[in-house]
Nanobody, 123 residues
Framework: QLQYVESGGGSVQAGGSLRLSCAAS???????MAWFRQAPGKERERVAR????????TYADSVQGRFTISQDTKKNTLYLQMNNLKPDDTGMYYC?????????????????WGQGTQVTVSS
């Protein structure tokens, strides 16, 4: 089983930017990868997803137009560029990968998770 290590989190003011990275410890064939976030007292939600074969992406409505998910297959790294950050974007951000085709959903998918990186946006 691969390990995924996130980095790039931190504290920024509203309107700022951060780029998260998720590095895989080795190579495997993934069906999709995604970024999830969880704020205190809230359920984990998916914010962005990429289908690794086609490069097709989807975003949560709350981040559409502000966040961009991308992958560098040579570096086995997933990224999340976050612009125009808002206080509501505060939370622990996790990357996740699916290898069995069950998808990258918060429920019903078999996912390998990273340990998370904290993002805090102040107003």
């Amino acid at each position: 089983q691969l390990q995924y290590v996130e980095s790039g989190g931190g504290s920024v003011q509203a309107g700022g930017s951060l780029r998260l990275s998720c590095a895989a410890s080795g190579r495997t064939t993934t069906y999709c990868m995604a970024w999830f976030r969880q704020a205190p007292g809230k359920e984990r939600e998916r914010v962005a997803r990429i289908y690794t074969g086609t490069g097709a992406t989807t975003y949560a409505d709350s981040v559409q137009g502000r966040f961009t998910i991308s992958q560098d297959t040579k570096k086995n790294t997933l990224y999340l560029q976050m612009n125009n950050l808002k206080p509501d974007d505060t939370g622990m951000y996790y990357c996740a990968a699916n290898t069995d085709g069950s998808g990258c959903n918060a429920v019903g998918s078999v996912l390998d998770w990273g340990q998370g990186t904290q993002v805090t946006v102040s107003s």
